[in-house]
């Protein structure tokens, strides 16, 4: 089974995230948080993989925002 290279994830990521502020300033409600949360979420395992720190700090922070994103859309 091949698994995707952490160098894979990161533009994936990248793509995610640009692609939800894109729908975010589209105003694209849900498409946004779906993309930019997966994103953020590939960065929060880039971040893992690496040990790296600050990428934790900053897409880490950003999972819960999303989260409050999920919950407005599907029990509000």
Not at 6 to 15: E, I, P, Y
Not at 20 to 47: D, E, K, Q, R, V
Request: charged content about 5%.
């Amino acid at each position: 089974m091949s698994y995707i290279s952490l160098n894979q994830l990161k533009w994936l990521s990248t793509t995610l995230v640009l692609f939800g502020i894109l729908l975010t300033n589209l105003n694209s409600y849900p498409l946004n948080i779906f993309s930019h949360g997966l994103g953020a979420a590939g960065w929060c395992m880039a971040g893992f993989i690496s040990k790296d720190k600050a990428l934790l700090t900053n897409f880490g922070l950003q999972i819960p925002l999303f989260l409050i994103g999920y919950f407005n859309y599907f029990l509000v």
